[in-house]
Each structure stands twice: as C-alpha cells, then as structure tokens.
C-alpha cells in the first residue's frame, strides 16, 4: 500500500521508521492471535514508562512525534497497539500479560479517545486483581461511558460486518467545518485515514466493539493512581461537551490541559503542546521510583 498524506513523507515521520524499531511481542502459542505491535523507545533503566494507548482509528506510528520528542528529553516511552480483543476485559487481561512480558511493573498511560476509556478500565481492572500497576493517567479526548455512541445497539454485529463497512463508520467522524481551515487538522486526518486503509476487518471489528458495547467507568474502584490530566480541545471534534462535562465530573481533581484548537488528534495536529504538557504531568515524579525519565531534579 503507497501512503501519500503529507506526514507519511514528513522527514520526521521517515527519521521515526528508521531509527525506532517496531517490536511484534506475540503473547500466546495458538496461532490466532497476530500480536501486539509495539514501539519502545529512550533509556530502559527508566522503570516506569510512559505509554500510549491509540483510539479506534489509531495504530502505534500514530505517536511518533510524542516518542521521538520525548526520547530525546530522556523519556522512556512506549506506544503499544493491541491484536484484536472483543470485550474490554479481555484488552485489560492481553495489556497485562504485555506489560509483564515486557517486566514493567508501573505506567504512566496516555489515552487518545478508546484508549483513554481502556486505560481507566485498566486501572479498576488491576485493582480488582490485587494489582495497581497505573500511577498516573493523562486522556485525550476521551470519556467513561460507551452509552453514548450510536451504534450500540449494532455492537454484537460487528464482527460479520465487511471491513468497508466498518472503515465507513471509522470515517464519518472524522472531518468537520473547521478542519478545511488548518491545514495542520486535514493533514492528521488525511494521515489517520491511510492508517485506517491498513487495518484488518477483525481490527476494526473488534475495536468499534469495545468502543460501543455497553460499559462504565467506576472511578470509585481505581486504586494506586497518583494524578490524572484531562487533555482536550475547543473546536469541534467527535466527542461533544456533554462528554466532556461528564469526565469532569468523574476527575474533579484533575489537571486540565484545554487546547484552543487541535480537532480529534492533537498529538497530531499539535504535537508541541502536547508534548509541553505531557512534561508538565510527568515532572513531579522526577527523581523518584515512579519516574518516566533518567532525569534527576536540579535542587537549589
């Protein structure tokens, strides 16, 4: 497939396919199951990484300004796209088995839309099991209830569905009016549906899945969790203000990190602040055992 949206031919995009290796990490002997594609970059003494977990039309490359930015500052920073899970209990049970595979005790996770939705369940998930492995969360654009999507009711079909079928319901929510006036918007988008192009049926299937049966987030069962950062935008993008309004709610603790503009993937269409606020999440934990960097705080 010959991709040809302006970040694919980005020299930055070309300098993350050269010198970040994708890591296949296959997690059972059957067969079936294709494997975790995994990106793991900057120092690995750092015990507590930080991860990125993509939205339903996300695949791994998807962060490569995050991972390259971030790296370079003396991050260690990993984007991990998951093999096809039909229900979020099973994503919970693969992403655990990862991070042992990968002998990763704690994270610090980022979440773009259904994967910050998953890395909430994450956290209730390692709780149940006696297990706190999240020390902080930072979500982009996300939300804790999948009620409000309207394919719920069709979610137990999707797995029949042909794979056109479903990339067309990916793409509806894709583009609004202001896109066509910032060209850094329609050049993530454009980048996001050749991503979209290279997925299977069972990826896409079992993604829209998981976005749209039937399930909550119970903030109260969350455990272990240090500090959450709630990312979002002012323009117009897929998840409306009610939604916004309601994770709100669930964190009112939360740090906020409000973009005027950046539309549903602002780790794309404005990548450096993002990544300034992901910093500021993470430099408190400098200097200590739930560091994500090699960083040491200059004292006075």
Known sequence: MSFSSQIFRSPEYT????????????????????????????????????????????????????????SSKGYRVISAENPPYWSVTEWCEGFMQLLDHMDIKQVHLFGASLGGFLAQKFVEFSTIVHQPRVVSLFLCNSFTDTSIFKYKDAAVLFWILPAMVLRKMVLSNLSSRETFYDTQIMDSIDFIVELIESLSQADLASRLTMNCLNSRVNTSLMRGLKSVTLMDVFDDYALGSPIKEKIYQEYPDAKLAQLKSGGNFPYLSRSDEVNLHLQIHLRKYDGTPFSASDNIPITE
């Open 15 to 70: 300098s993350f396919r050269c010198n970040v290796p994708l890591k296949q990490i296959i997690l059972d002997d059957t067969g079936t199951n294709k494997g975790w594609r995994v990106y793991d970059t900057g120092p690995r003494s750092v015990e507590t990484p930080l991860v990125f977990l993509h939205a339903v039309s996300g695949r791994a490359e998807v962060f490569f300004k995050q991972l390259l930015t971030l």
